[in-house]
């Protein structure tokens, strides 16, 4: 496709030069440090007291060690602002610069302009996540002494591959509003909104409509079923929870359900930890959700871009 | 190849409009090879849009616009290849050097860096930004931004250049260096270069042909002495004569010329009314007296006139 790969160059020669993106990789680079300093500390004492069957490579980056949460958690709190600080001025600052019609007027495609940037995103979001990931192994493993095995390795790299795509996700919703909106502050404005309100009030939002809709009634146990079914089906709406119970289940492998389970459903349960393709299975639809709504963010912004007048 | 000159540009009938307002109507405009056309007109009154659907930028509501025989809306690829367009308020990356910048739109260009390189030194040299190429453009004052933007149309060697008030809020020392680069680019590279601007001196000075935009019509097109006798049509040309000195013997032989209908004395200048372009003969006459000529002027044909005169009858 004509130009994509010079702006996919040029962008990605812009992240990686400039302060934001410095600033963010110091950020999540200093949080997974703390995260996984800690948890390799307290890594000792929480292994022998919990579930038997190890995964201790895994615990590094899972287990919140008292105040601090775990990398994961950093990740699903700061990951958002990541994705919408790469994003927010994508279209409406190349306006802002003067800079659009004199790129558009070179023989490229419209489309070039947009693709380049989400993958330029992509790439550099997946660059600084491995890259951090692998100093943070490489840091826990110094600290415990144990080798992670084949199942951990890949269940830390499908890990990655979700949290790419959640970060993904928040920057193609910045970039959506970079369209929408003539000035970047009102599209960053918009996204810290929006994060706002999925971090702090889904859940809040969820119980709420679920009390409303299928109130709960000591007499009947199916009430309360029905009104955490519900609850579980709005939260699911929001990214932040989709890539925790996703990243939860890879990387904790005795992780089988969400919510309720019934006794009914414990007799004849083998007591072990679940193999990689079984817990992928579990969060299958978490992580189709995850891939479509960012798809639909990226598919709005492309139909809406393509149709803008570009007048300098 | 035949060696007469080719179009350029064409339109046929382009229209825009948006919702009940008519930005261009019926555009019919024609531009042979090696021009340089200027589009003259207030804001608001459709050039802009004009250019942009010649570039493929926008979709124009019926009509068509070519650029060498490529449909603008349907081959805009083909027309961006071979059209360079600074736009007004050109715009660059800040935080990247000049240099950096031509080279992002010759990769957009698919032009290979080993032959981008010396192409845009030899650019930088031609508009003297050579020895601030590695400087970043946040730096750079407006006209050298204007400088870097002819530098950047030119990186892909265009046969056509469109430029969108060029010499807007430069200095005069900066415009001349402005139009000399657009006349450079005409002689020197054939190229057929588009001039949209409302500032008439300039235009006036670089331009073979203009078109007078009025609220999306064109009102009026040619040479300027052509405007002029449009507008001129009827009425005659006056032209200004300074001498020295001035005697009756003087003004009789110039009242017996063939095309002078009157002269009229005032304040020591002549004016001479004239129903034809007679300046050569009158020039004759005025140095066969013995009378020095200190200036002969046409009156009349000063592009602003023409232009104020199309917007009042408009």
Known sequence: ?312 | MDERSRIAIETVDLTKKYGELTAVNKLNLRISEGEIFGLLGPNGAGKTTTILMLLGLTEPTSGKARVFGHDSTREPLAVKRIVGYLPDNVGFYEDLTARENLLYTADLNGIPKNVALPRIDELLLRVGLLDVADKEVGKFSRGMRQRLGIADVLVKQPRVVILDEPTLGIDPDGVKQMLDLIVQMSKQDRITVLLSSHLLHQVQQICNRVGIFVKGRMVAEGTIEMLGLQIMGGEPMVVEVETSPVTDELVADLQKLPGVSSVERVNGTLLLHCFKDVRGDIARTVVGSGSSLTQLRLRGHVLEEIYLRYFRES
């Open chain 1, 1 to 312: 496709m004509p130009g994509l790969l010079a702006v996919f160059r040029k962008e990605m020669a812009d992240n990686f030069a400039s302060r934001r993106f410095l600033i963010m990789f110091a950020l999540i680079m200093l949080a997974g440090l703390s995260a996984t300093y800690t948890a390799a500390q307290s890594i000792r004492s929480s292994v022998s007291e919990s579930d038997p069957w190890g995964f201790v490579f895994l615990r590094l980056f899972t287990v919140s060690s008292g105040t601090l949460p775990s990398f994961v958690a950093f990740v699903g709190f700061l990951g958002p602002l990541v994705g919408l600080a790469m994003g927010f001025d994508a279209i409406n600052g190349e306006y802002a610069r003067g800079t659009l019609s004199r790129v558009l007027s070179n023989p490229i495609y419209r489309d070039s302009v947009i693709n380049g940037k989400f993958l330029a995103g992509v790439a550099t979001i997946t660059t600084m996540l491995v890259a951090i990931a692998l100093v943070l192994a490489g840091l826990g493993l110094r600290m415990i002494g144990i080798p992670p095995t084949p199942d951990e390795i890949y269940r830390l790299v499908f890990f990655l591959f979700i949290a790419v795509i959640y970060v993904a996700f928040w920057m193609s919703l910045a970039i959506l509003f970079s369209i929408l909106f003539r000035q970047s502050a009102t599209s960053a404005l918009a996204g810290i909104a929006f994060w706002i309100f999925f971090t702090f009030f889904i859940s809040m939002i969820a119980a709420t409509l679920a009390q409303a809709l299928f109130p709960v009634n000591q007499q009947d146990p199916q009430t309360l079923v029905d009104n955490t079914n519900f609850a579980m089906a709005v939260a699911r709406i929001s990214p932040m929870t989709l890539y925790q119970e996703t990243a939860t289940t890879i990387l904790d492998p005795s992780t089988r359900a969400f919510g309720l389970v019934k006794l009914t459903e414990l007799i004849g349960m083998v007591a072990s930890p679940l193999p990689l393709g079984q817990s992928l299975l579990v969060v299958w639809p978490q992580l189709v959700a995850l891939v479509s709504e960012t798809l639909i963010c990226f598919g709005i912004s492309y139909a809406r871009f393509m149709r803008q007048e570009i007048r300098a």
